[in-house]
């Protein structure tokens, strides 16, 4: 498992932005599909993004052209971009590691064997 450390969560109103940062700390992490997730109260967890080590990106539609995945393998940090923030964004986030690069099914929580602690992020109208 790689210990993931997530940050950059917050409040903002409708139409603002946040960064949210998931730290790694193990070298395998660069090794690592990362993807991101987040959960309402009262619903489930949803994928939200991912990128492989290749540098592939995935997206739920709902935050498709608002919310930009990336990483930097030398700090071993992966960053969500988000912007044009809704209040249906309002959530916790979550990053999480699968144990391959590839992504596969990159939506399928159960997929992912290693999981940060989450972060708030409220979008308030």
């Known amino acids: 498992q790689v210990p993931l450390v997530e940050s950059g969560g917050g409040s903002v109103q409708t139409g603002g932005s946040l960064e949210l940062s998931c730290a790694a700390s193990?070298?395998?992490?660069?090794?690592?599909?990362i993807g991101w997730f987040r959960q309402a109260p009262g619903k489930e967890r949803e994928g939200v993004a991912a990128?492989?080590?290749?540098?592939?990106?995935y997206y739920v539609d709902s935050v498709k052209g608002r919310f930009t995945i990336s990483r930097d393998n030398a700090k071993n940090v992966v960053y969500l971009q988000m912007n044009s923030l809704k209040p249906e964004d309002t959530a916790i986030y979550y990053c999480?590691?699968?144990?391959?690069?590839?992504?596969?099914?990159?939506?399928?929580?159960?997929?992912?064997?290693?999981w940060g602690q989450g972060t708030q992020v409220t979008v308030s109208s």
């Open positions: 193990g070298y395998t992490a660069s090794s690592k599909c």
């Open positions: 990128i492989s080590t290749g540098g592939s990106t």
């Open positions: 999480a590691a699968q144990p391959g690069g590839v992504c596969s099914s990159w939506w399928y929580r159960y997929g992912y064997n290693s």
